[in-house]
């Protein structure tokens, strides 16, 4: 493609590129970066972590509205929107990740909020707000976060209430009428008492037309507000609080993409090629629904909805105890609501279940209580660094979910799975991890973390009278499982010089198990097993020229065992989770950045991979996986290529940014049986931005574009629909502060 030729051939002439840091300094050299990728503050050059981490400027640049737009700037991750229900993320890192939102499965990329865990995926996809910096790990996450998760963690990490009143804002219009504002407001109390307030408000009319009757589809109507204060009792103790509270109403339907149009297409795009053939035209009668209704009620209506509402607490008391020992006492309380009503099929002849309709609905209540307690302690002059605690995490979901048919010929649905259901984790959990400098620059990291989670579920499946056909007892697997699990991890760095790191590292994690809530009979309602992975790593962290070159360079290879699949058999609407066998997955992560001028700094970031199935499991077999398979959304190369260019504009008494950069995903499958429809032949997107700042920051402004070029693609195939990327969407931009 003539788009990734020209990416590879301008990285081939530049002299290097950013991916992760890229504020400018006035004495010419690249920002020191500090992460908090081993629970303590670190410069990420000495840290021997594969993380990439986001500033705010660079998430303003980059235009990341929202944590889906991660996937652009991070090196081996693949995400995109899960199937109809758009606030749901499914993130792949290193190959790693998961399509299935059901409360019995566990994500294996984890998101954190300021160290709270997020368990569930239904909420993921965040509108970011007032962010200082988003940090992302790439491989298992064994040791010292808050549950194991075997692919990563993204940790958002908000800004802190300041001493001083500030107040600051952005407006925006943009294409599909999409109309965007968030803002923020610090107002001191007292020096012991500061607070601060933040805000948002997304809509707009959606980017999918229908050829029938001209409604739009896939619109975004969401806002969210959050409170936080910092109370500093004594010099010692700092006391955050926060709490939030949201709405949001955002869908991801599907549509055709190829062949001709005709008139009875029901969800084609808005522009060109993507109103394609065999539309969407069992969404005739569908509209938007209305707050307060549950999903068969939606669908009784005639409706189609996907609504996701809750509110999250959380409080940090860090503790200064003494020169060399902090304590962080982190309690965390969410509450997450998720009903919806998914449209899967249409009518067309591609539809190979020969069925007119297929509709998922959903109400789901989330509730998670998550206790930690963190020592950090420093000893022999800074030469040995312990990061050591226990965390306690009470999680309970009730969901009622249901499957619904309609025949060609035949007038209304039928209900075909009907079910209710309640399942609860409990897990505690000791964590360590000790970094000793042995002697001048070589240092040796010792990690290991203890883990016991037990999981019950609760399950009664109805009939379409509402008479219960089955429930937990008559599943053939227990209803309740127990895990202990110790997970280590070791590490070596030896810095070669001031500029130069190197390091190797050993780490072993899991995800837990769950059960197949899916099923549609008893003897199918089946548990799964625990995945386990042990993934070895090098890498260099380097600075030339300066401090004006940056680069990171990562090489890793990963075994993982009992593998967790979700997945759909051939030819069926049957869902099926299992342990789908061992995979391997090797490859290296490079990230380069370069301050060329005072003023330009440019970037790349890229990823390899090569996965395989080392073997597969009779169920996996039996499912229609082969010799041949290879596992899913691992696209043998990602690129991001891009630059950032500010210069003073002395006239106007402001500075003139120019951000722009190209993305590439090469082809990979998204169907884990690796049928022919779900081969993606790769993509490339385009991101431009141009703005001015006034000299004093108290105002801006800024036109951007994301997937600038329309590139038309799209990022799953389910069922015989395709769901698409999102169009070219552009939007002008007004911002101020005052302080």
């Not at 997020?118 to 298992?140: K, M, S, T, Y």
């Not at 660094?385 to 965390?391: L, S």
């Not at 070596?492 to 009979?521: C, H």
């Amino acid at each position: 493609m003539t788009l990734r030729k020209s990416l590879f051939a301008s990285a081939a002439m530049m002299a290097a590129a950013l991916p992760s840091s890229g504020a400018l300094s006035q004495d010419m050299t690249l920002e020191e970066i500090v992460v908090t990728a081993q629970r303590r503050e670190t410069s990420l050059q000495e840290t021997p972590v594969a993380v990439t981490a986001l500033s705010a400027l660079q998430i303003e640049r980059q235009q990341v509205t929202e944590t889906i737009d991660l996937i652009r700037s991070i090196p081996n991750m693949q995400g995109n929107n899960n199937v109809t229900i758009g606030l749901s993320n499914s993130y792949f890192l290193r190959g790693i990740g998961n399509t299935e939102s059901i409360a019995t499965f566990d994500v294996p990329v984890g998101t954190y909020v300021d160290d709270i865990y997020i368990a569930r995926q239904n909420g993921n996809n965040i509108e970011l707000v007032d962010i200082e910096r988003i940090e992302v790990l790439r491989g298992p996450q064994g040791t010292l976060f808050g549950r194991n998760t075997t692919g990563g963690a993204i940790s958002i990490i908000t800004r802190k209430p300041q001493d001083e009143f500030e107040a600051k804002g952005e407006v925006s219009y943009g294409r599909f009428d999409e109309i965007r504002g968030k803002g923020s407001v610090n107002i001191p109390i007292s020096d012991k008492v500061l607070t601060g307030v933040s805000a948002y408000y997304m809509n707009d009319d959606g980017w999918m037309t229908s050829l029938t009757t001209g409604e739009k589809y896939n619109f975004q109507d969401a806002w969210g507000i959050r409170g936080a204060v910092r109370v500093l009792p004594s010099d010692n103790i700092t006391w955050d609080v926060s709490a939030d509270y949201s709405e949001t109403d955002h869908q991801n339907l599907g549509a055709a993409v190829d062949g001709p149009a005709s008139q009875t297409n029901r969800s084609a795009s808005s522009s060109g090629p993507w109103q394609g053939a065999n539309g969407r035209e069992n969404f005739t009668d569908l509209v938007p629904c209305k707050n307060g209704d549950t999903a068969l009620d939606w669908l009784a209506n005639g409706c189609t909805a996907n609504e996701v509402y809750g509110y999250n607490i959380s409080s940090n008391i860090g503790i200064e105890a003494s020169d060399n020992l902090s304590i962080n006492i982190i309690t965390g309380y969410r509450n997450l609501d998720h009903n919806f009503v998914s449209p899967l099929l249409d009518n067309n002849p591609q539809n190979s279940l020969g069925l007119d309709e297929f509709f998922l609905t959903n109400n789901g209540s989330h509730n998670q209580f998550s206790q930690e307690v963190k020592f950090n302690v420093d000893a022999m002059d800074g030469r040995l660094n312990v990061v050591t605690g226990f965390f306690y995490m009470n999680e309970t979901n009730f969901t009622e979910f249901s499957d619904l048919i309609r025949l060609p010929g035949l007038p209304g649905n039928i209900l075909t799975a009907d079910r209710d259901m309640e399942n609860n984790t409990e897990s505690f959990a000791w964590y360590g991890q000790a970094d000793f400098e042995i002697v001048d620059n070589l240092t040796l990291t010792a990690g290991l973390r203890w883990t016991d989670e037990k999981k019950t579920v609760d399950i009664d499946f109805l009939n379409a009278a509402g008479a219960v056909i089955f429930t937990e007892d008559d599943i053939p697997s227990p209803d309740q499982f127990t895990t202990v699990r110790w997970t280590p991890r070791f590490a070596i760095q030896y810095a070669v010089s001031d500029d130069v790191m190197v390091y190797a590292s050993a780490t072993n994690g899991f995800k837990s198990g769950g059960w197949n809530a899916r099923s549609t009979t008893a003897n199918s309602f089946r548990s799964f097993n625990e995945e386990k992975v042990w993934s070895y790593e090098a890498g260099i962290r380097s600075e030339f020229l300066d401090n004006r070159l940056r680069l990171n360079l990562t090489a890793y290879d990963a075994n993982y065992d009992d593998i967790q699949i979700a997945t759909v058999l051939p030819n069926t609407a049957t869902f099926v989770t299992e342990n789908g066998g061992d995979t391997n997955n090797r490859g290296a992560e490079l990230e380069l950045s370069a301050l060329v001028t005072d003023g330009l700094t440019v970037f790349l970031n890229a990823g390899y991979m090569d996965a395989e199935f080392k073997s597969l499991s009779d169920r996996a077999l039996a499912s229609g996986f082969t010799s041949d398979t290879v596992p899913v959304r691992s696209p043998d190369y990602t690129a991001q290529l891009g630059f950032s260019y500010v210069t003073a504009l002395q006239s106007f008494e402001g500075d003139l940014n120019i951000n722009a950069d190209i993305a590439v995903t090469d082809n990979f499958h998204v169907n884990n049986q690796n049928g022919p429809s779900g081969f993606n032949l790769g993509y490339e997107t385009v991101n431009a931005s141009i703005g001015y700042d006034s000299e004093d920051g108290s105002w801006g402004v800024s036109l951007g574009c994301k997937n600038c070029l329309n590139e038309k693609y799209w990022t799953t195939d389910f069922l015989s629909t395709r769901f698409l990327g999102d169009p070219m969407r552009w939007a002008l931009r007004l911002k101020f502060a005052y302080n």
